[in-house]
């Protein structure tokens, strides 16, 4: 072998061990290696990452571009909004849903309130709003006709009682079956009492709290069962020469589903924000909550108000 030709041949074989992309022999590039077991692992776990959604407010779908409309009750208590005016921001689901319309990019403005009864926003149906907040508990029953946002707030139901109602020194569920109860329609407040008390006298429904508590007054109810935080605004408020007797009990959902009681009124529950069903405003929605929730904002605003001091003591099933 003459030396040039020696010496090309030796470039040649140092280019070759130095790896990199070679050429083919029609001029393209070679072929990567074929991936490992790790490369394989990396790109499951990037599959597996939870994709950020576009959910910037010109790509939303609005029912009416630009504004975030909101529906509530008529009227709205504390102390879930205060004043009956959810425009202020005041109340735990007035001042969640403008940190939530900030938290979308809506600016203060951008919201629109509207009022509904609760029992007609659970009906099936297209609504006229992007959601409703108004403690909507989620149910199996419900999810059927419409759509929630993930849960915003575990609530537990309370029994309400004056001083000298014959439940006021009620220590079990079972102290209260002889007991004239009532709640509100539609609620799982009046679930609760129909499904897993289930008193000997048909439970006595109202249209809305305001007529409850008016019962309540004329004498006609021994006592009446709220959410929790309605039953400390009610005590402190509204009745103010009842109080709280008790929390009443969750039960299991397997003893609930044995005992016909659902789950909303035996199990753990949780209020969420309604929309109608295939809503693809949701995802969004729910994105923005988590957002909320891993800042701390949805704590703080449970502590400003709901957070109450005292115990309360809780029924024996």
Same mark, same amino acid.
Do not use: H
């Given at each position: ?76 208590? &504390?102390?879930?909004? $205060?004043? @009956? ?7 735990? %689901?007035? +001042? !969640? #849903?403008? /940190? ?40 199996? &029953?419900?999810?059927? $006709?419409? @759509? ?7 609530? %537990?139901? +309370? !029994? #309400?009682? /004056? ?155």
């Amino acid at each position: 072998m003459r030396p040039w030709i020696a010496l090309a041949f030796g470039l040649m074989m140092l280019l070759t061990a130095c790896g990199g992309a070679a050429e083919t022999s029609d001029g393209g590039a070679a072929s990567e290696e074929a991936p490992t077991a790790a490369d394989d692992t990396i790109a499951s776990e990037a599959a597996s990452e939870p994709t950020e959604l576009a959910c910037d407010v010109d790509s939303l779908p609005l029912k009416t571009e630009g504004t975030l409309t909101v529906a509530t009750g008529e009227p709205v208590f &504390e102390p879930w909004m $205060v004043d @009956d005016d959810p425009t202020n921001g005041e109340g735990f %689901e007035s +001042a !969640l #849903v403008y /940190a939530l319309a900030e938290q979308l990019g809506f600016a203060e403005g951008d919201v629109e309130w509207v009022r509904t009864g609760f029992d007609e926003a659970i009906a099936p149906g297209t609504k006229d709003y992007d959601f409703n907040i108004q403690q909507y508990s989620i149910t199996p &029953e419900r999810d059927e $006709v419409v @759509d929630f946002s993930d849960g915003y707030y575990e609530v %537990e139901q +309370a !029994l #309400v009682a /004056a001083e000298d109602s014959s439940v006021a020194d009620a220590t079990s569920v079972a102290d209260l079956q002889s007991a004239r109860l009532g709640a509100a329609i539609g609620t799982t407040s009046l679930d609760y009492i129909e499904q897993v008390i289930q008193p000997e006298a048909q439970a006595q429904v109202f249209d809305d709290n305001a007529a409850a508590k008016a019962a309540f007054d004329a004498g006609q109810v021994d006592g009446l069962v709220f959410d929790l935080p309605t039953a400390y605004y009610i005590t402190a408020v509204e009745i103010p020469d009842a109080s709280i007797v008790g929390v009443l009990p969750r039960e299991d959902t397997t003893a609930a589903s044995e005992s016909g009681a659902s789950e909303a009124a035996g199990g753990a529950e949780e209020l969420g924000m309604l929309f109608e069903e295939g809503s693809e405003l949701v995802p969004c929605v729910n994105q923005a909550l988590a957002a909320l929730r891993d800042d701390g904002t949805l704590d703080a605003l449970e502590e400003e108000w709901l957070s109450r001091s005292g115990d309360i003591p809780t029924l024996t099933p």
